[in-house]
């Protein structure tokens, strides 16, 4: 059964760089037909797609996000990474991790971290 699940800082100041991990477990990063994605969810709004990384390693990113968000695999550790440069408050919001198959759809979610931006 495949698992995600995400780790990272609770707190990041202002104007830093943000990263978080997701670990899966039950299935390879470079299964054919799967994407790995962050989604996050700010306080009183809706869900928002960040980025996937792909099997293939290739990357796709959110246009409103794109020059500041930039994703990364470790194939060996089965892992795969998120950083959002200069965040500010806004950033403030719970982060989800999860899986598509080659249809799209998604498939599996991590439980979620909650990252908030403060000094």
């Known amino acids: 059964q495949v698992q995600l699940q995400e780790s990272g800082p609770g707190l990041v100041n202002p104007s830093q760089t943000l990263s978080l991990t997701c670990t899966v477990s039950?299935?390879?990063?470079?299964?054919?037909?799967?994407?790995w994605n962050w989604i996050r969810q700010s306080p009183g709004k809706g869900l928002e797609w960040m980025g996937t990384?792909?099997?293939?390693?290739?990357?796709a990113y959110s246009p409103s996000l794109s020059s500041r968000t930039s994703i990364s695999r470790d194939t060996s550790k089965n892992q795969f990474t998120l950083h959002l440069n200069s965040v500010t408050p806004e950033d403030t919001g719970v982060y989800y991790c999860?899986?598509?198959?080659?249809?799209?759809?998604?498939?599996?979610w991590g439980q979620g971290t909650l990252v908030t931006v403060s000094s």
């Open positions: 990384i792909i099997y293939t390693g290739g990357t």
């Open positions: 039950g299935v390879s990063l470079t299964a054919d037909g799967y994407g």
């Open positions: 999860a899986s598509t198959v080659i249809t799209g759809a998604f498939e599996r």
